[in-house]
């Protein structure tokens, strides 16, 4: 069985999710500058762009690559502190 990479940041996020996000963040005139393809310069809507992001690989791959630039760093993992016991945090 083949498991998904433990630290793939797409694992869980739909489709829909990761375009309802960037319209919602950025709108469709951005996404269009970016990604630049009709579904999103020209009467967008959700239901349209996500059929041809399905059908359509490259514009998928450029917009999860623009959804993961866009994602917030996350935090440093916390290191213990100096002098305590190993196991212990």
Known sequence: MNRPHPND???????????ATMVEEHGWEWLGERIVVRCFLFEPSLKSSLKFLRKTPWARTKLEELYLQTLPEPPAALEPPTGA????V
């Not at 694992?11 to 375009?19: M, N």
């Not at 016991?85 to 212990?88: N, Q």
């Open 9 to 19: 940041p797409l694992h869980g996020v739909t489709l829909e999710t990761i375009l």
């Open 85 to 88: 016991p190993e196991g212990i």
